[in-house]
């Protein structure tokens, strides 16, 4: 009923019980529709069907952008009776998709391409995964803006599927998938922290917090938390970053070919802190608060 009423404007189901009823209903229907056009019109609004409004509307509601925090109140009203949620007392928590996850990445650090349409891509991924004596076809990673398109335009193979994406539960395509299962492993907290992809990020991050996040430590790691997890950090979780940049950072003072290695910084002068702060980019962004919707 919600569907057809966001289709077509009308704010009762019809119920036809009778001929003589089912007419009236239908001149009445013809009528209403014809309202609702011409006010649609008006506001500019479309008149046809839109999943994106019906998205739209779904996700700006009041019940969906709940937090999943359970309340005390709400514990002793509901959950002895509605342990599943089944009356939306509070919002869903669930870890981002495949595609999320790898968008989620270049968007905190600001690689995410907004170019919208064009052919498939071809972003990082790990060597020998098309690999094959059968077919002599090649991954050739793509270029420029290319590289960091979103998710969505990455070229699928079914017999060899983009790593990143199998690892966090995306499907390989072969067969229709209506729901995907979500798992917990070790391998996704891996590739998150060791993937080249992963770690790209991490540097841009890294470099982001320098030039945008301000002239002193603590309002670079403010900048990185919030870009990450959408929140102003707390005093605790600020200090347990800022102890874990100057382990890092010492760490790589006496340690100058790793820095080069993390940090793939030219200058000398930078990289050991860009080094540091890439390690910081990379915990952010591996935090199961950033992954998750809650």
Not at 176 to 190: D, E, F, G, S, Y
Not at 199 to 217: D, F, I, T
Not at 229 to 248: D, S
Request: net charge positive; glycine share 4%.
């Amino acid at each position: 009923w919600l569907a057809v009423t966001l289709r077509d404007g009308s704010s009762q189901p019809i119920v036809r019980s009778s001929q003589k009823e089912s007419s009236q209903l239908a001149v009445h229907s013809s009528q209403e529709k014809t309202a609702n056009r011409e006010l649609r019109s008006a506001n500019s609004s479309p008149t046809t069907w839109s999943m994106k409004s019906l998205h739209r509307l779904i996700v700006t509601s009041a019940t969906y952008r709940q937090s999943s925090t359970q309340h005390s109140t709400l514990s002793t009203q509901h959950s002895p009776d509605d342990p599943y949620n089944r009356l939306l007392a509070r919002g869903p928590r669930f870890r981002l998709e495949a595609e999320m996850v790898r968008d989620l990445g270049l968007a905190a650090s600001g690689l995410l391409s907004n170019k919208i349409g064009g052919a498939s891509v071809f972003p990082l991924q790990p060597d020998g995964v098309w690999k094959s004596p059968y077919s002599s076809e090649k991954w050739t990673t793509s270029s420029g803006e290319d590289l960091y398109r979103r998710s969505l335009y990455t070229f699928i193979r079914r017999t060899a599927p983009f790593p990143q994406m199998v690892t966090f539960d995306g499907t390989s395509r072969e067969t229709c998938t209506v729901r995907r299962i979500r798992t917990n492993t070790p391998l996704q907290a891996l590739t998150m922290l060791n993937d080249e992809a992963a770690m790209e990020n991490a540097r841009a991050l890294a470099q982001r917090m320098m030039k945008e996040g301000g002239a002193n430590l603590p309002d670079r790691l403010k900048y990185g938390f919030r870009a990450c997890l959408t929140r102003m950090p707390e005093a605790a979780e600020i200090e347990r970053l800022k102890n874990l940049y100057e382990q890092q950072l010492l760490s790589y003072k006496t340690n100058p070919e790793a820095a080069k290695k993390i940090s793939k910084e030219v200058k000398a002068a930078k990289r050991n802190e860009i080094a540091a702060l890439t390690m910081i980019a990379n915990v952010l962004l591996n935090l199961d608060e950033t992954v998750t919707k809650e």
